[in-house]
């Protein structure tokens, strides 16, 4: 059995990348098995999706613990824990990664003996995400050896129908694009026998006492504790305030902003990027257009930059 | 006419700089619901209890999280009023039990999507008003069911394409004028808001604060990810939402409608609706020009009614 799991980010395509290889692979003959896992997250934040193709019928349920195959649409969600795009992951674990650093490098970050295979990432336009998932379920069906280059269209065809035709087409020529530059690799995933329910050991319980009402039932007692959760990690563009260009109104962009992450000290809008989403909202707001948007990667490489020379 | 208090929010250097409400919520990325609920929470403040009916903004307090400073509670999609109705009169009997200061009271506020308002919590609402509860009412009104994947709603505008309204014609049905039916109510207020107009907004959150009786509010809520936008346009669209006459802001008090904000040049709509994807099939393959000045037509007729 084949056992795949999409990574990406809402908004990415992974839950139709997903669909779509699970279409291919039924066109091939397969039994097939698709499900999307969104979190109570949104647009931005990790999600995942999942295939089990087999040529039998599927009794396995459920996430897929030990994946053959992992693609990665953000390569910004590998260090996320709650992202968990490493689990699971072994030496027969193959690993396609949308990113723009080189398989070396990812492998020695991540001390990984398995495959790893790169896409090189594509424009930083938003307008261009919507397209990654193509290009990923393209190199994915390659890599896999069991989808022709007609069933992974076929599929984008179904799975697209309701978009129209300039669409159908462009994710089309991503996905067939990406599956000829795998050529050479096709067929590199390997299925791998996973322990089957007889084998299944119990593991050490630990029990945990019934508490009262008043300390089991899920009431927050905190005020605005939200701001612990890092909402900054869904962010794929930053926006910059240039200082020189703020006419210091002090309005604007701290009242449209919709997570309340621009605050303004002393007529200075501050942006908080550990809870900023990247919605851009401020960026076409700002009446002297003194805020940029930056892509996130070059942000954080030029704030590592900055780190390493101070 | 009824003179007109004076308020505190002149323009927009009178709102608030810092912000209430916790960062680090669910909602998606240029969320007009959150933008609005932002601006308003700054006004209501921490001396509230939300009532909330299921929806996305059931997510904004997940255990252990919540962004609210005061309390929240969660209730089923149709029974937020009924809900808030038990926490009043609750507060009530403790301030008459002299076991809570009248000082330390809180306001009552329901919050829902346009699911639960102008659908299945409509008649626990229409029971609120008519036992005049005391309690604020705020609608984020994204146009569907956002929540579960934007299918259509009693909210949905005609030829927008909902996860169930697929095809080159859109949704067929209306959408319905919760605004009226809730004014036929003869409640203490009800006004149309948009996180887009923030000192309008502003100024209403004020005004129904300072009365007693249901309050009620509708807020026209973007959705980047319903309405199939680009999130940084959130502002963009909700403005044009006003400029077009698509959504006009209006109050009623004292059994008088008046509108807040009148756009003396109305933009055509669609410079609306070009922006949002769910309209996309009105442009494209080609232009559906009756479906798009049916669309026009309904909204000049609206204004050809209304008296300034
Ligand atoms: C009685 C009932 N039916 C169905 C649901 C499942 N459900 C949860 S949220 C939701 C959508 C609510 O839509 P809306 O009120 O417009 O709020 P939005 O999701 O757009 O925020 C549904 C159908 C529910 N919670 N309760
Ligand atoms: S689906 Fe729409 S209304 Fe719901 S959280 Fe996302 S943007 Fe807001």
């Keep these: ?310 | 006419m009824a003179e007109q208090s004076v308020s505190i929010y002149r323009s927009m250097k009178d709102l608030p700089s810092t912000h209430l409400l916790g960062t680090g919520t669910p909602m998606c990325a240029g969320c007009g619901g959150l933008e609005a609920l932002n601006q308003l929470y700054d006004i209501i403040g921490e001396k509230s209890v939300f009532v909330n009916a299921a929806g996305c903004m059931t997510l904004l307090s997940v255990y252990p999280f919540t962004p609210f400073r005061g309390s929240w509670l969660y209730t089923a999609m149709a029974s937020a009023p009924a809900g808030a109705q038990g926490v009043r009169d609750a507060l009530d009997i403790l301030i008459q039990k002299k076991r809570m200061n009248p000082d330390d009271d809180m306001q009552v506020v329901v919050l829902t999507g346009d699911g639960s308002a102008y659908g299945m919590g409509l008649s626990a609402t229409s029971a609120a008003m008519e036992r005049e509860l005391n309690f604020l009412y705020i609608c984020y009104d994204n146009e569907g069911y956002g929540n579960t994947g934007q299918q259509f709603s009693a909210a949905t505008p005609h030829g927008a394409k909902t996860a169930t309204s697929t095809g080159s014609a859109g949704y067929p049905g209306y959408k319905k004028d919760l605004f009226a039916i809730w004014a036929a109510h003869k409640p203490a207020y009800v006004a149309t808001i948009v996180g887009a107009e923030p000192v309008d907004l502003a100024r209403k959150i004020e005004k129904a604060m300072s009365m007693k009786g249901p309050r009620m509010l509708i807020a026209l809520s973007p959705c980047p990810t319903g309405w199939d936008f680009d999130p940084k346009e959130t502002v963009a669209i909700g403005k044009l939402a006003v400029k077009t006459g698509v959504w006009p802001l209006k109050e009623y008090v004292d059994g008088q409608v008046q509108h807040t904000k009148v756009p003396r040049e109305r933009r055509p709509v669609e410079d609306y609706l070009e922006l949002q994807g769910r309209y996309r099939h009105l442009f494209e393959p080609e232009k559906n020009v009756r479906l798009i000045s049916e669309i026009q037509k309904r909204v000049d007729d609206y204004w050809s009614n209304v008296e300034d």
């Excluded at chain 1, 396609?96 to 930083?124: G, H, M, Y």
């Excluded at chain 1, 000829?180 to 067929?187: E, L, P, T, V």
């Excluded at chain 1, 029990?207 to 039932?217: G, N, Q």
């Excluded at chain 1, 612990?228 to 449209?256: A, K, M």
Aim: proline share 5%; hydrophobic share 40%.
């Design chain 1, 1 to 310: 059995m084949y056992r795949i799991r999409f990574h990406g980010r809402g908004g990415q395509g992974m839950i139709t990348a997903s669909r779509i290889l699970g279409s291919a692979f039924f066109l091939e003959g397969y039994e097939v098995q698709d499900a999307p896992r969104y979190g109570a997250e949104r647009r931005g934040a990790p999600i995942f999706a999942y295939v089990r193709a087999d040529d039998q019928p599927i009794y396995e349920r459920g996430v897929i613990a030990q994946p053959d195959l992992v693609v990665v649409a953000d390569d910004s969600l590998i260090p996320v824990p709650a992202a968990g795009v490493l689990a699971g992951v072994d030496d027969h674990t193959v690993l396609l990664i949308n990113s723009d650093e080189s398989i070396e490098t990812w492998k020695q970050r991540l001390n990984l003996c398995c495959k790893v295979f790169t896409l090189p990432a594509q424009a930083e336009e938003r307008a261009e995400l919507r397209f990654m998932g193509a290009t990923c379920t393209g190199a994915a069906a390659r890599l896999l050896g069991a989808v022709s280059r007609d069933n992974l269209a076929r599929a984008i065809r179904d799975e697209l129908a309701e978009m129209a035709d300039a669409i159908v087409e462009k994710n089309l020529a991503m996905a067939l694009d990406a599956y000829d530059r795998m050529q050479q690799y096709a067929g590199s995933v390997t299925t791998k026998t996973q322990t089957g329910a007889g084998d299944y050991r119990k593991p050490a319980w630990i029990d945990l006492p019934f508490e009262d009402a008043r300390i089991s039932a899920p009431d927050i007692h905190a005020s605005a504790n939200s701001t612990e959760v890092r909402t900054g990690l869904w962010r794929t563009l930053r926006p910059v305030i240039d200082y020189e260009r703020c006419n210091q109104c002090w309005w604007v962009c701290s009242t449209f902003c919709p997570d309340g992450a621009i605050k303004v000290i002393e007529r200075t809008p501050e942006i908080d990027y550990d809870h900023c989403k990247g919605c851009m909202v401020c960026v076409v707001q700002c009446p002297p257009h003194a805020i940029e948007a930056v892509p996130e990667q070059t942000a954080q490489l030029q704030d590592a930059e900055q780190g390493a020379s101070s």
